[in-house]
């Protein structure tokens, strides 16, 4: 609403409702309506998912809370026959390609507008791009992630797959539209430094630990021989098992170095829409939240799992995400 009747500002709308200019109601009414048949769909897609029974009763969560099993999900990996996984199509599938298909018309649209696509655009379109086309390349790496072996699939898989992250993610481009900002070449070069450098990081030590992981630590990183801290932890049918977390490489550098690198790449893709106006930085602030939380959460769990272990590790790698500060 705020792109669509105010050229994507934030402060315009909240003013004019302050000043009494105009009413939710009106802002409400030139947004596009609901039809029967979006109504339909999305009543059917809703109740499929929320009543569908267990594929593996084995694998089901219930809390006894009906509001956070719908949100977080009852079963672990939802199947349709052997082919169709849940998880794996929703994550995977329509919301991530969308992503690509939804910038790629906004620079068509930009041309179409004003006769020529902007070097944000451009920049905006490629690092989001490589970003998706990593995914595709790395799949399998993709199949050992926390949405993977750890979250149920519920509304905030799927929710956030189909209609948060296509909607969202493509703030940026969105905002192009409105505003076809033209960066200065140090700018534009800045913006693209950035944006690799972060990538990289973001590359490479997800890489490190599924390197090491595959390996069983017969690996090189950094062209020396992986250090790591020897660990052991009960899983629920009693049975012990052991595992290592590596210390070397950027997992020693920080506990989630990862998640510091697809920051640095979130601040590129909002650096590259200039400074007019707050709605493009969405997309770093959420990832921020997201990504902070996130990592709140993994460590909470891995603590359980792990106990003193991963006390010796927090003592090995003390920062989370970036060393000195947090
Ligand atoms: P990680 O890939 O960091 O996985 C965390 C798990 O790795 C832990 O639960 C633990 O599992 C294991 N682990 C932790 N420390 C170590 C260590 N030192 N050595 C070996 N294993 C360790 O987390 P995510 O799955 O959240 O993220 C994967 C990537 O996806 C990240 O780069 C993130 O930025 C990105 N991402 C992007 C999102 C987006 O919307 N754009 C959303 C979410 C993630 P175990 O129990 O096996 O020990």
């Known amino acids: 609403m705020a792109c669509?009747?105010?050229s994507c500002s934030l402060t315009a709308p909240v003013l004019d409702l302050a000043t009494g200019r105009v009413h939710l109601a009106d802002i409400w009414a030139k947004t596009p309506p609901l039809t029967t048949r979006a109504a339909q769909l999305y009543a059917s897609w809703v109740t499929f998912q929320g009543y569908l029974f267990p594929t593996s009763a084995k694998d089901c969560k219930f809390t006894g809370n009906f509001f956070y099993n719908y949100m977080m999900g009852i079963e672990f990996n939802p199947r349709i026959g052997k082919w169709f996984d849940f998880k794996l199509f929703f994550n995977g599938r329509p919301g991530i390609v969308a992503w690509t298909l939804i910038n790629l018309s906004f620079a068509a649209k930009q041309r179409e507008l004003y006769g020529h696509v902007t070097n944000s655009m451009v920049l905006v379109n490629i690092l989001q791009a490589i970003y998706v086309l990593d995914f595709f390349w790395n799949e399998t790496w993709y199949l050992k992630t926390i949405d993977i072996c750890h979250d149920h699939f519920g509304w905030y898989l799927g929710w956030g797959d189909c209609v948060w992250l296509p909607y969202l993610y493509t703030l940026q481009g969105l905002y192009l539209v409105y505003h076809p900002v033209q960066l200065s070449t140090p700018h534009a070069l800045g913006v693209l430094l950035l944006g690799l450098?972060?990538?990289?990081?973001?590359?490479?030590t997800n890489h490190q630990k599924d390197l090491f992981r595959r390996t069983d630590g017969r690996c090189l990183i950094w062209g020396g021989k992986p250090r790591s801290i020897e660990c052991s932890y009960t899983s629920a049918d009693g049975q012990r098992h052991r595992s290592r977390l590596l210390v070397s490489g950027f997992w020693g550098v920080a506990r989630h170095f990862n998640y510091t690198g697809d920051l640095m790449?979130?601040?590129?893709?909002?650096?590259?829409?200039g400074g007019g106006h707050l709605l493009p930085y969405f997309y770093v602030i959420y990832m921020a939240i997201?990504?902070?939380h996130r990592c709140l959460r993994d460590e909470h769990r891995c603590a359980n799992k792990y106990g003193r272990d991963w006390e010796r590790y927090t003592a090995a790698v003390p920062y989370r995400l970036l060393p000195g500060v947090f």
């Open 197 to 204: 450098l972060g990538y990289y990081i973001f590359r490479v």
């Open 265 to 273: 790449g979130s601040l590129a893709y909002c650096l590259a829409c």
């Open 290 to 292: 997201l990504l902070t």
């Open 4 to 6: 669509d009747q105010y």
